[in-house]
């Protein structure tokens, strides 16, 4: 059975261009969120897709990031415009129920850096 | 609001030995525990978790961890750690009242020959 996966692994930009992040869940997984680690310190959540509705958004830190999860399946993650204290590991994860007890399954991440 | 701390940024220790890798955490209600790893240039993978029952959960790879609810804790544990074992590992807390999951800073573990 496949993994998450997150393409691209690497992503380099300047200060104000767009960047769109992909994550594919685990096949049949309805829970999809997203999260980031910055400059090594913890990994903090951003959202919570339950198909495609946005469930949880608590955590996305301003209206530069639009995340979206058309037709339920794959979701994208797009900053625009990217600013410096966007660069970070950029995680998806998915689990098959969305209890807290659940385990989530995550992919490698997306290392995005700001220029 | 939950949290997790993990106090060690690093952990040194030698093949064969057992290694101890820190967890605590802070919840309103009663906590849902997790641990992941990370490999280089790999994403994180699920260790194992503690939901209700038996204090000492265990998990992938030999790894097991211990719930101490009067110490707030969650500290892995493995009996004899290998080389392979050196990898970055995250502590993770939900609880009722919050949905999104807080994970710790992470602790680098390094276990040399």
């Known amino acids: 059975e496949a993994g998450v996966t997150q393409f691209p692994s690497h992503s380099v930009i300047e200060k104000g261009q767009t960047v769109t992040l992909r994550c594919d869940p685990i096949?049949?997984?309805?829970?999809l969120y997203w999260y980031r680690r910055v400059m090594g310190k913890e990994i903090k959540f951003l959202l919570h897709f339950v198909k495609e509705s946005k469930q949880d958004e608590s955590g996305m830190p301003n209206n530069r990031f639009l995340a979206e999860r058309t037709g339920g399946t794959y979701s994208t993650l797009k900053v625009q415009p990217a600013e410096l204290e966007d660069s970070g590991v950029y995680f998806c994860a998915s689990s098959l129920a969305g209890g807290l007890t659940d385990t989530q399954y995550f992919g490698p991440g997306t290392r995005l850096t700001v220029l | 609001a939950q949290s997790v701390a993990q106090p060690e940024d690093q952990v040194n220790v030698a093949e064969g030995n057992p290694l101890t890798v820190k967890c605590t955490y802070s919840?309103?209600?009663?906590?849902?525990l997790f641990w992941y790893v990370q490999y280089p240039n790999r994403g994180l993978q699920f260790l194992l978790k503690?939901?209700?029952?038996?204090?000492l959960v265990k998990g992938s790879y030999g790894f097991e961890a211990e719930f101490n609810k009067s110490q707030t804790s969650f500290h892995l544990k493995k009996p004899s750690a290998l080389v392979s074992d050196s990898a970055l590992y995250f502590c993770?807390?939900?609880?009722?009242?919050?949905?999104?999951?807080?994970f710790g800073a992470g602790t680098r573990l390094t276990v040399k020959p």
């Open positions: 503690y939901i209700t029952g038996d204090n």
């Open positions: 919840v309103s209600g009663n906590p849902y």
């Open positions: 993770a807390v939900r609880d009722f009242n919050n949905n999104d999951m807080r």
């Open positions: 096949s049949g997984h309805d829970n």
